[in-house]
């Protein structure tokens, strides 16, 4: 293990900006969240091994330096952080001395901010619109939980246009609703490109999510059941009562598993290998609900949407119930306990 990391060369760095941070800045935050104890030095001879040596000037994926940090070392060597060292899938090091080399960096770090929890909706056309977001707002200092109320806000607004019922107010409201999904991806990616993590926010964003949903699933299940359709009003009540045993279930498990962690991502539903789950868990993630509600809004069959909805609140009670019945709660992510995470702050 790895327990010391040295940035050799110049203070150039200092003013040269990639992803809302200057270079050198961002070299010292990436090492210290790899656990690694950070000395300065203008060359090479204070440097005793074994260690991680970075050259200023360079930009670098954040998973390289934690892998480095866990690698066994023989002897007191030093390992070289460089553009041409070996890397792992989808790492990178490059130079960030010239505007074409930041702009190429900052092209490198917006495409790592793709997280193995996204789903298929997020993945394909979510991601993409939030890091172009996330690009734009940068430079304004705009901080993760800042955009996360932003997010709720065009959420709130979809939940009280949909509240009002019928066809135009139904079709505002999944759109302001699949806006807020996709805002939503904008300050987990602001918070890992400045290195602004915390609890608080990770609870901010998690809350804010919860209530959201539950809010637009009974605003259209009301606004249905105005229009006439009884069975709507009784499932959303259904649903409602549903939301709070899972949320009561999901949230002990965050203060009591997960250490008080905000973040639901580091918990473990359900069993067997997750990767066989993909095709089905992202059918019943929040952003492929969201386009799904807009979708369906546009012919007029949100109803249909809606009934899923309940089906998977529904749902998501009775595999809390169970997890917690039979295996005592659900388990932690292998790299939950000591991972970053997408805490906001």
Not at 2 to 20: F, L
Not at 78 to 98: C, K
Not at 178 to 190: K, R
Request: charged content about 20%; some cysteine; hydrophobic content about 50%.
């Amino acid at each position: 293990m790895i327990t010391r990391a040295y940035i050799v060369g110049a203070d150039a760095s200092d003013s040269e900006i990639v992803g809302g941070l200057s270079v050198r800045a961002r070299q010292i935050l990436s090492l210290r969240d790899a656990g690694l104890e950070v000395v300065q030095t203008a060359d090479d001879r204070s440097i005793n091994g074994p260690a991680i040596v970075a050259r200023a000037g360079l930009v670098w994926h954040t998973a390289l330096v934690k892998r480095l940090a866990r690698m066994p070392i023989d002897g007191g060597a030093a390992v070289e952080i460089s553009p041409e060292m070996a890397l792992g899938p989808d790492e990178f090091v490059v130079p960030a001395r010239t505007v074409d080399e930041r702009r190429a960096a900052m092209a490198l770090l917006l495409r790592s901010l793709d997280k193995p929890t996204d789903g298929l909706a997020s993945r394909h056309l979510h991601r993409p619109i939030s890091r172009r977001i996330t690009r734009l707002v940068l430079p304004y200092g705009v901080t993760p939980n800042a955009m996360t109320i932003v997010a709720s806000l065009f959420g709130f607004a979809g939940v009280a246009a949909a509240y009002r019922g019928g066809y135009a107010n139904l079709l505002a409201g999944a759109a302001l609703f699949w806006i807020q999904n996709v805002l939503d991806g904008c300050d987990g990616e602001i918070a890992r490109l400045k290195y602004l993590r915390s609890r608080a926010g990770e609870w901010l964003d998690q809350v804010l999510d919860d209530v959201l949903n539950i809010a637009f699933l009974a605003a259209v299940g009301f606004a249905l059941a105005r229009d006439g359709s009884r069975i709507a009003w009784w499932l959303t009540w259904i649903a409602v009562a549903s939301q709070a045993i899972h949320l009561a279930g999901l949230y002990a498990a965050l203060l009591f598993r997960a250490g008080g962690r905000g973040s639901v991502a580091v918990l473990r539903w359900w069993v067997g290998d997750p990767d066989e789950k993909k095709t089905l868990g992202d059918l019943t993630r929040r952003d492929v609900l969201s386009l799904a509600y807009l979708v369906f809004a546009v012919p007029g069959l949100i109803g249909l949407i809606f009934a899923f909805h309940v089906v998977l609140t529904v749902g998501a009670a009775i595999v809390t119930t169970v997890q917690w019945i039979v295996w005592g709660g659900p388990g932690i992510q292998a790299d939950g306990a000591g991972r970053a995470g997408e805490a906001t702050a």
